[in-house]
């Protein structure tokens, strides 16, 4: 969550110093704590989902799997553990093939935003073909924030003083490589880098090797309690995702009030006295880019009302 510090009220001042690698220094002037980011992103894991805290039908719960692995299965939210991609560390993951689900594309602008890049003029952009430099105008602000946080990673264990900083992470990494031998818990200590370096060669690969692209899929435990929905937050309860956008609300109220009929946000609040206003220009020619789209992921909308009553109670469940 580097880029999330870096991204949200961090400070990041990286100044020229050719006494460091590239002749930039990322981190005296930065607010980045690692140490207590590694320390935090542990607590965190520790964390189960929360429970649904209302009765169940667990009858109609379980026809409501049978619904969901019907329309879902292992081709958008499901874990699976024979096919699923690697991530850093060999760590499995919701892997989603990527596709055009209609939604909101405001936040496709993000990767066409760019800037100058000012100290990082001509820092290597660590990722295929690991041939290219930072340009001075015109970068790519992701690959302006890209070089930011790698280059933060690797070098917080010598600004921070202390060598074994990621050792809870490449702990886990022991864990979740168990078809590498040559890893061993020595290792940890006595070759830092190696152990680094072979567990990148699995995130990063050369272009002509690269699997297909894929999105790491919302995780569907505890879905009950992450209204609104969708990326943007625009449909306020799963029952109304399960309607064609044009039926969804045109606006709802935000708050703590909670419908445990429909599964979200209730109609009436009483917390708070705001109102989310959404659109549903929904043409595929014409896509709305407002950022506050209803429109896509219409996958259950044509569903029977029972059918989408015993899909709701299995999501409950989850």
């Known amino acids: 969550n580097v880029g999330e510090v870096y991204g949200v009220f961090g400070v990041f001042h990286p100044r020229k110093d050719f006494l460091y690698p590239d002749g930039v220094e990322y981190l005296s002037g930065s607010s980045l704590n690692m140490p207590g980011l590694m320390r935090l992103e542990t607590l965190i894991r520790q964390i189960e989902p929360p429970k649904w805290q209302w009765a169940v039908d667990k009858r109609l719960a379980d026809a409501g799997k049978k619904i969901y692995d019907r329309e879902c299965g292992a081709n958008c939210h499901e874990i699976n553990t024979k096919d699923a991609a690697k991530r850093l560390c060999a760590k499995f993951t919701w892997k989603t093939p990527i596709q055009d689900v209609g939604t909101d594309v405001a936040e496709y602008g993000v990767l066409e935003r760019v800037g100058k890049t000012g100290v990082l003029e001509g820092q290597l952009l660590p990722k295929p073909p690991f041939n290219q430099r930072l340009k001075r105008e015109g970068e790519s602000q992701i690959n302006i924030l890209t070089v930011a946080v790698v280059q933060s990673i690797l070098r917080a264990p010598i600004h921070f003083k202390n ?77 109304d995702l399960l309607k064609k956008p044009a039926d969804r609300p045109a606006s709802f109220k935000v708050g703590p009030a909670y419908d445990i009929e429909n599964v979200g946000l209730a109609k009436e609040q009483t917390k708070f006295d705001d109102t989310y206003a959404t659109t549903a220009s929904c043409d595929p020619k014409n896509r709305d880019a407002s950022g506050n789209s209803r429109c896509g992921h219409d996958y259950g909308t044509s569903l029977s009302d029972p059918d989408k009553k015993a899909l709701l109670e299995y999501l409950k469940s989850l």
């Open 163 to 239: 060598i074994f900083l990621y050792e809870p992470l490449l702990r886990e990494c022991l864990e979740n490589q168990s078809d590498r031998p040559d890893v061993t818990a020595e290792a940890l200590r006595g070759d830092f880098l190696d152990v680094m370096e072979k567990s990148l060669a699995d995130l990063y690969h050369k272009p002509e090797e690269k699997t297909p692209p894929a999105y790491e899929a919302r995780v569907m435990q505890g879905i009950w309690a992450a209204a609104p929905y969708l990326h943007n937050g625009s449909v306020p309860t799963l029952a």
